[in-house]
């Protein structure tokens, strides 16, 4: 069945470098040094990359980063909070956008 | 490059491919440190990553002739490094003598256990009887929960492995100043490359101390192999191609030119040579040289061509994978 995702797809992700190489090449080294050991480690930077995948919802970093998770040394219970605080900060997101919604209604109510 | 040259090299396997682009094509031994005898497949567990596919069902077991011609070879050789392993050696009939009588030639011995096999009735004695004879215990365990291990291993296992790390601690095993070493074996409990070795250490060390009171020396990380039940876990699971990919990719010039192989010799149950105890599990048995305990030549086997398939990708991925865990950074 046809789907807007394909896994084969991540294996293709440099050919976005066609059409402006130069900017790819940045990325690339960019992305390199962001994951590289530094003040974190690099088990914690693929913990919240992990999290992040979760909250922007795209399979391929969630398939990617749960690999890098487990090579860099993390376990599911240790990957499973990482989700969590992603949920979490969502779910409050949400919620806290609720005042927004209570000063709109008070200021209309009377 | 000549055009026959060129053919040459596409005719050869993809591992052989990379080989020759480090410049490390043919794979040649360069000497012979490590005589490491397979006692055979018999083994109390049967667990789920095995390469041997050893199992309690196994009759596979080196006799005592076999062990004789290689006490012999070491004898005659003295090779600083004798590593057994199995199955679960210590089941074999000739284990005992054969560790006693290689003690008294004063070379380094390494036995391989499944910790489990020391909680079993007529075994509970060997960690003393490793600490009389100076033995380096080398000892699986995946994981520091027991979730994880007995999901490779089966039911039970981390339980009896802590009990039996308790026993080899008791006499001194892994505890600082006694001389007497204790590396555990972590391999992932999937299809992943394992973690840097001392990050997932420190983990290791960390947790038995504070959650079981155990101690070891250090520990080896070692990447599943595509053979064997491994084998057989990547394909029912649809992860053969997914995994091999990613073995390939993580090629590691610097682990290709300190893979094992190239200072090993691996002997079977049946007294057959090997390069490797994956090969060993393969078939694929030393090529060139003679290939028995029998006809031992250690002129030849120090510089043989080494046998090399895409499994070996195994042991050049990422920081590399050795019987001694990784060999690169």
Redesign the interface.
Known sequence: METYYNPEDLKKFSTISEGAPHLWKKFSEWYGAVFAEGALTEREKALIALAVAHAVQCPYCIDAYTQACLEKGSNKDQMTEAVHVAAAIKGGAALVHGVQMKNAADKVGM | MTEAAREAAEARNPFERSLGESNLFPLMSESISVFQMNLGRVCNLSCRHCHVGAGPGRTEAMDASIVDECLRVIKRQRYPTLDITGGAPEMNANYRRLVETASSFGINIKTRTNLTILTKDGYTDLPEFFARNRVEVVASLP?F?SE?TDRQRGGGVFASSIEALRALNSVGYGVEGSGLKLFLVYN?C?A?????EK??EA?FRRELKKRHGVSFTGLFTITNMPVGRFLEFLNVSGNFIGYME?LKSSYNPEAAVNVMCRNTISVAWDGSLYDCDFNQMLGLKCGGPPDHIRDFDHERLSVRRIVTGAHCYGCTA?AGSSCAGAVAR
């Open positions: 994981y929960s994880t992932p999937g992943f490359l394992p973690p840097p990050s997932i983990d990613r990422g």
